[in-house]
């Protein structure tokens, strides 16, 4: 997948230009939301219609200075119910509340790209608010192919759910505050449905990671109040062997640092959750990989791998994760112990998170077509 910032569509020619929600970009692009959205503002081409969805008035304020100094039109997508559908509201084949902005935008691409190469003379329909000193894009009536697009839409591992009876990942590359926000509320109706449909509850356990300069302890205060029975932490290391996928690895960061980060994030949770840190067995073994470990008395863990995690989490009990070519890391009796209530659960929630790396390296572990 190629990554482009915003200044790199100055070089493709006309495309329709899209701008998502400030506040759900990683923070390298800005540490404010207005700089952030002045960044955004560089996939802005003269006389290019350029479309955003409902934005905080600085953030809006800074978009449309750019849009009048590059020299395009800016509109505001409406909501998506305001759309005419012919059969009843429309359906996402995306979770979430977040992913209807996401859709109304989509829509609003498509009709106009379609406009601008098959219908040419003909204007772009708009509306304009003064009180907002905005441009609101119109609501139209989707044509079926675009219904159809909306409801097969896939994205893995953004609001994904795998069902490997009796658990079920929920995966949810979530790695701002405010994508975050928008997984926990994701995840918390998500996990309901299923313990009501199931009619018993869940042991609910959360496996975390984040990387570089992102705010962690911010994000696990999000997260304290889907009340986890375990909170596991892990590296983006796919398995502690020699050929462990290097697509997963940073090399400039060590292994040591990164569970260091680890731990880190444990103490966090551990003092967000309400207890208090405790000094735990030493982690790191000089010379090679650690073992498992664990902080006695609390309900954290911390683990060396993703496929560690994965395979203390599931207990024996995902046939995926039992196959032969799978390394069974080493762990410690205590920590075995404490598996229990995983082992004898009717039903298991797990929530990966935190890092699209660390969801990556998890796909690869649990769906064999992610696996090459």
């Known amino acids: 997948m190629l990554l482009l910032h915003p200044q790199a569509f100055k070089y493709i020619p006309n495309p329709h230009c899209p701008i998502c929600p400030a506040s759900t970009t990683p923070a390298y692009w800005g540490d404010t939301i207005e700089k952030i959205a002045w960044q955004k503002g560089g996939i802005f081409k003269p006389g290019v219609p350029a479309f955003t969805v409902k934005q905080p ?5 800074v978009l449309q200075d750019r849009a009048e100094e590059i020299g395009c039109s800016l509109q505001v997508c409406p909501k998506l119910d305001e759309y005419q559908a012919p059969s009843g509201p429309l359906h996402l084949g995306l979770a979430g509340q977040h992913q209807q902005c996401n859709a109304s935008l989509a829509l609003q691409l498509s009709h106009t790209w379609l406009q601008h190469h098959y219908q040419p003379d003909e204007p772009l329909p708009s509306s304009a608010d003064k009180s907002l000193g905005v441009t609101q894009a119109l609501p139209f009536q989707p044509s079926l192919i675009m219904l159809k697009g909306l409801k097969d839409t896939v994205w893995p591992g953004r609001t994904q759910t795998l069902q490997h009876d009796p658990i079920t990942y929920f995966l949810d590359g979530a790695h701002t505050t405010r994508s975050m926000l928008a997984c926990v509320r994701w995840f918390s109706e998500a996990a309901a449905q299923q313990e009501q449909t199931a009619g018993v509850p869940a042991v609910r356990v959360l496996l975390f990671n984040a990387t570089g300069e992102r705010d962690s302890a911010a994000m696990l205060k999000l997260l304290v109040p889907c009340h986890f029975d375990f909170a596991v932490f892990c590296p983006n290391i796919t398995e502690v062997l020699a050929s462990s996928n290097a697509d997963q690895q940073n090399f400039n960061v060590t292994v040591e640092n990164m569970l260091t980060r680890c731990l880190d994030n444990q103490s966090s949770w551990r003092t967000l959750s309400g207890h208090e840190a405790q000094l735990g067995t030493e982690l790191l073994i000089p010379g090679s990989f650690p073992l498992v470990t664990e902080r006695r008395g609390t309900d954290t863990l911390v683990f060396p791998c993703i496929l560690s995690a994965l395979q203390w989490i599931s207990q024996g009990r995902d046939p995926v994760l039992l196959v032969t070519s799978k390394h069974m890391a080493p762990v410690q009796p205590s920590v ?28 690869k572990h649990l769906d064999p077509a992610y696996s090459s």
């Not at 008035?57 to 304020?61: K, P």
């Not at 075995?336 to 998890?362: C, Q």
């Open 57 to 61: 008035d600085g953030t809006m304020t």
């Open 336 to 363: 075995s112990t404490k598996a229990e209530p995983l082992r004898e659960a009717a039903k298991i929630h797990v929530l990966v998170t935190g890092s699209l790396h660390l969801v990556g390296g998890v796909l």
